[in-house]
């Protein structure tokens, strides 16, 4: 066997490798949304690097064109998995639904039923036949016309997951940068094998890179799964999450300028949500007055009278917090705003409630204790052991005044002359 040979079916056996691996730690994290359909794309990679390797080593056409239908089962169910993951990834779950899912797979389930049948009909491969690349025998083939709905179909695929999964992902910030970066590079590096393979006039190309070169896709998936945590992210619900935050959110990233804002945050400051990303953090908060509650408040929040309205002032609770990545490093700053101008009006009634009941408590005098009083004349000693009026020492003691008039018994007594028969007061007479 030739050096390079030998060299590309170790590649393939290695993807094969790597490809189980994935399938297998994919399988185990049921709980996040995707890694099922990443789990599947894994087994569909693995599959097709191993019929590769029989398809190579083969000994005559029919055999190789066995292992050729075996990869179909890798080669068409790759893309339709590969757009699964990412849908489901980037929608926390919600799409694909089971139906729309059955309606995607009508391409990939055609396309292998007509590769298993090709024979009857052509429409995969009008001619096939073998031809040596130095000292190995390879297919030839020439393409039926179903086999560029299935391409169109696969790079279809490629593209809307690849873009799902990337706008999923938020690489503006510094932390997330390189996860976005891997992301990128393991799902460009095999749509350029694939094209090179197929449009590429070079008898070297008659060897299928696409397997091999995700190898190092497999490898670039891995790092984003240990070292950045891609299953840990789940963009769907951070936007379900955020939007319908109450709290108004800023998100900053390393150098300061604002990448994300949800929609109460944008109400708060009065700001424009489209106009406002991509500008400076500090400038764009030096035009409201939250920027000296940042600069002079406590890092834990501080509160800070905000604008002025037709019903009063405005106030703000403003928190502030770095962002970092699993290093420790500082990626960017998330500062949260919260309205609580309901709660500061509440407080300060409270507090002149307050005021107003220490200001009558200060008033009311309360009599309490043994008080002295003279069992004659009914006065009372005050504290200087004077004896007072019983009515001088309530009023000294309490807000309470009196005024004086004559019950009916003693004007009996005091005035009998002014007491009719039946007990009640005579009116007195005009003078003539």
Not at 50 to 55: K, Q
Not at 197 to 219: H, N
Request: aromatic share 8%.
């Amino acid at each position: 066997m030739e050096v390079p040979l030998f060299f590309f079916i170790g590649c393939l056996l290695l993807s094969a490798a790597l490809a189980a691996g994935l399938a297998a730690y994919m399988g185990r994290r049921v709980k996040a949304p995707g890694s099922r359909e990443m789990a599947a794309l894994w087994v569909a990679c693995g599959i097709w690097c191993v019929a590769y390797i029989g398809e190579i080593m083969a000994p005559n056409l029919p055999a190789k064109v066995a292992w050729l239908n075996v990869q179909y089962v890798g080669i068409a169910s790759a893309p339709s998995a590969w757009m699964f993951y990412a849908l489901r990834y980037s929608s926390d779950g919600r799409f694909p639904t089971r139906r729309q899912a059955l309606f995607l797979c009508i391409v990939p389930a055609t396309t292998l039923l007509l590769q298993w049948t090709n024979p009857l009909h052509g429409l995969m491969r009008r001619e096939v036949g073998l031809v040596a690349v130095g000292s190995l025998q390879v297919i030839s083939k020439v393409y039926g016309p179903w086999l560029w709905v299935h391409i169109a179909y696969s790079y279809g695929a490629l593209l809307v997951g690849s873009v799902a999964l990337v706008r999923g992902l938020p690489g503006h910030l510094t932390l997330y940068r390189g996860q976005r970066h891997l992301v990128l590079w393991a799902c460009a590096l095999p749509w350029i094998a694939s094209v090179v393979y197929l449009v590429a006039p070079a008898a070297w190309t008659r060897l299928d890179p696409t397997p091999v070169v995700m190898t190092v896709s497999g490898f670039l998936c891995a790092w984003a799964l240990f070292r950045f945590g891609l299953l840990d992210l789940v963009p769907a619900a951070r936007n379900a999450v955020i939007e319908e935050l109450r709290s108004g959110l800023l998100v900053a990233d390393a150098r300061g300028r604002l990448v994300d804002m949800n929609p109460a945050a944008a109400a708060l400051l009065g700001l424009h949500r489209s106009a406002a990303l991509g500008q400076s953090l500090d400038e764009m908060l030096l035009a409201h007055t939250v920027r000296p509650a940042l600069d002079e408040g406590p890092d834990d929040g501080s509160l800070h009278l905000g604008a002025r309205g037709e019903e009063g002032p405005t106030y703000l609770e403003v928190q502030r917090a770095p962002l970092r990545d699993r290093s420790g490093r500082v990626g960017g700053e998330v500062v949260t705003i919260n309205d609580v101008t309901e709660r500061q009006r509440a407080q300060r009634e409270r507090e002149a409630l307050i005021l107003e009941l220490q200001q009558a408590l200060a008033e009311v005098h309360t009599l309490g204790g043994l008080l002295p009083i003279c069992a004659h004349c009914k006065r009372i000693r005050n504290d200087g052991g004077y004896w007072t009026r019983l009515e001088e020492y309530i009023s000294q003691h309490s807000g309470a005044e009196f005024t004086h008039g004559i019950c009916p018994d003693c004007l009996r007594q005091i005035y009998p002359e002014l007491v009719e028969g039946d007990g009640s007061a005579r009116r007195p007479e005009a003078p003539r």
